[in-house]
């Protein structure tokens, strides 16, 4: 094939741009309504305890992550432990949470919290999901001044196998 052949291309119908512009149209409006038409009722809303005494009546009936700390004094536990209530404040509101199933082994008073749920009309938080926050450095059981170097001293006499 030298440089001065030309292949020529089959002419494209009259309407093939109008054509392949209402299929990109189409598309965008499909996408748009799939993302957006059920945003609304999956939104999820991260607040702590004063956001949601502000949101007023935005807070009733809507799913929310609620960010505080436990109040020292307020853990009541049912005795087959799978009910559990507490008070969650972020130092300037309080919200009493009713929650359901077994609290995670590191739940106490004074640690940060995030439970999901809603608020009720009687003003308390009743939680489906309770989470807590907490660093991820661990800590070595005992004494928990000893640091890396005393606690590296401690395994010298170890066997490796």
């Given at each position: 094939?030298?440089?001065?052949?030309?292949?020529?291309?089959?002419?494209?119908?009259?309407?093939a741009k109008i054509l392949a512009i209402?299929?990109?149209?189409?598309?965008?409006?499909?996408?748009?309504?799939?993302?957006?038409?059920?945003?609304?009722?999956?939104?999820?809303?991260?607040?702590?305890?004063?956001?949601?005494?502000?949101?007023?009546?935005?807070?009733?009936?809507?799913?929310?992550?609620?960010?505080?700390?436990?109040?020292?004094?307020?853990?009541?536990?049912?005795?087959?432990?799978?009910?559990?209530?507490?008070?969650?404040?972020?130092?300037?509101?309080?919200?009493?949470?009713?929650?359901?199933?077994?609290?995670?082994?590191?739940?106490?008073e004074k640690i940060g919290?995030?439970?999901?749920?809603?608020?009720?009309?009687?003003?308390?938080?009743?939680?489906?999901?309770?989470?807590?926050?907490?660093?991820?450095?661990?800590?070595?059981?005992?004494?928990?001044?000893?640091?890396?170097?005393?606690?590296?001293?401690?395994?010298?006499?170890?066997?490796?196998?």
């Open positions: 094939m030298n440089s001065e052949e030309r292949v020529e291309l089959a002419p494209l119908p009259k309407n209402s299929a990109v149209v189409v598309a965008a409006v499909g996408f748009a309504l799939v993302t957006l038409g059920g945003l609304g009722d999956n939104l999820i809303f991260y607040w702590t305890p004063t956001e949601m005494k502000t949101a007023g009546e935005k807070a009733y009936g809507a799913t929310i992550r609620l960010g505080g700390q436990v109040v020292e004094g307020s853990i009541d536990k049912d005795p087959a432990g799978t009910r559990l209530s507490f008070d969650v404040t972020d130092g300037t509101t309080n919200y009493s949470v009713d929650a359901e199933g077994m609290p995670p082994a590191m739940f106490r919290v995030v439970v999901e749920g809603t608020l009720l009309r009687s003003n308390r938080f009743s939680a489906n999901r309770l989470m807590v926050k907490h660093d991820n450095e661990y800590r070595a059981p005992g004494d928990e001044q000893e640091d890396t170097k005393t606690l590296m001293k401690t395994t010298k006499e170890l066997q490796i196998p």
